[in-house]
């Protein structure tokens, strides 16, 4: 299974993107799908998840402004950001679980920059 992000830029405070991530292969089916983000000098951290059923998951802080969507329950995630802030520039990953298994894998990273 590989995942091919993409979607990220420069945009200016108050903008919006979409990134999308998705996945490639056969004869896998994929549970949870998340993005994380990874900021200069801090941790990586989860901005949001969704699984198959439709169930999403945001951090606090991009909450109202973050969409995460899945169409039809199949192997592309989609990050609908609106209203970006400065400190959302941040490298984004998408992170996905395969179902029936503990295997996890992981995009390339998609570079999201925010100018004030």
């Known amino acids: 299974v590989q995942l091919q992000a993409s979607g990220g830029g420069l945009v200016q405070a108050g903008g919006s993107l979409i990134l999308s991530c998705a996945a490639s292969?056969?004869?896998?089916?994929?549970?949870?799908m998340a993005w994380y983000r990874q900021a200069s000098n801090k941790q990586r951290e989860l901005v949001a998840s969704?699984?198959?059923?439709?169930?999403?998951n945001y951090v606090d802080s991009v909450k109202g402004r973050f969409t995460i969507s899945r169409p039809n329950a199949k192997n592309t995630v989609y990050l609908r950001m609106n209203a970006l802030k400065p400190d959302d520039t941040a490298t984004y990953y998408c992170?996905?679980?395969?179902?029936?298994?503990?295997?996890?894998?992981w995009g390339q990273g998609t570079q999201v920059t925010v100018s004030s």
């Open positions: 292969g056969s004869g896998f089916t994929l549970h949870v």
């Open positions: 992170k996905a679980d395969r179902l029936y298994t503990n295997l996890t894998y």
């Open positions: 969704i699984t198959r059923s439709g169930t999403t």
